[in-house]
């Protein structure tokens, strides 16, 4: 069954990194060699990889995410389509690999959340999936 | 196996809602837990979720994704270089979670192909997969 | 297991073909249905399906990738920003499905390396598994 992770954004654009939280699932799941899919169940957020040292990679990201967004003339009453813009971009899932009970990640990877709507609540599910026998 | 999709598209850009055909191939599978693999096997298509309501939120998508590509001199003969590259932007896979035989969608999220270079027939292919014993 | 791929890069920006090592991987695990999860561990890479024929392609994809990073005033000092861009629009993971030995990959898809801040020897991790039975 996936596990369900709650996260609090506190600005309307932001990655909030979710890396330990996500290697805790893989963990607590006891699998030792699998894969581990991470989706987010929203239409305005995303899930992406990047530099988890230093923080300004993210400041840059947002900063550049943002400024990304073409001057169109948006329709979506809610006034959030650059929102759903960037999801759509980044993306809304991650399928990660396991070995020996580990996340193979990277040196320099963390795992983030990326608000584009916020501050809101969001969820994060995490489905950790052993490898058939 | 797969189940192979066709999907009409009747637009040179349109994202066009493929949840039900997606939840109908989940649901004709069986499978109770597990994980639904979609994937375009095209290179001027992508696959995303985004809103399911507002049929602007789509509009405002294919208009703000048609206004991101650069103005650069492209090469390719076929003059459908915007469309690979929001091919590549935008993804031809999306992995989605599966729990007591449902699809864990958010309330708002959709399943659409993105088409950048129709009309055209397209082919989207699922593949629903049970969570070993 | 996944398998670790090696791929040296020869320029700033690429698109590297790894269709091929990529097929024997999944050749070599003998799997006859199932998925192929491949992966980049880096945050300046990425991974993504586009066409594998006309080199102009990749070229124009290239062009307009860089063309695509914003003016926005950059404040990580290794000056990588950009890259660390690209590889969040493009993504680190791709999900291929395979029937009978095969990748099914459309015709037209070939499986690349993005690099964005090269040239630099990468490694892509490779992991087949098999359907459960």
């Known amino acids: 069954m996936p596990v369900q992770l709650e996260v609090r954004t506190e600005n309307k654009s932001e990655l909030r990194d979710i890396s330990s939280k996500v290697k805790e699932a893989v963990s607590e799941s006891g699998v030792k060699q699998g894969v581990c899919h991470v989706f987010v169940p929203h239409t305005t957020a995303g899930l992406t990889l990047n530099e988890n040292w230093d923080p300004d ?23 959030n ?26 040196t ?5 959340l990326a608000e584009f709507d916020g501050p809101r609540s969001r969820r994060v599910l995490v489905k950790v999936v052993a490898d058939p026998d």
Chains 1, 2, 3 share one sequence.
């Open 81 to 106: 389509s650059p929102a759903h813009l960037l999801a759509t971009l980044v993306g809304a899932s991650q399928t990660l690999l396991i070995r020996d009970g580990q996340l193979l990640l990277g």
């Open 108 to 112: 320099w990877q963390g795992i983030y």
């Open 57 to 79: 990679v993210r400041g840059d990201l947002v900063r550049a995410l943002q400024a990304l967004v073409p001057d169109v003339r948006f329709r979506h009453g809610e006034g």
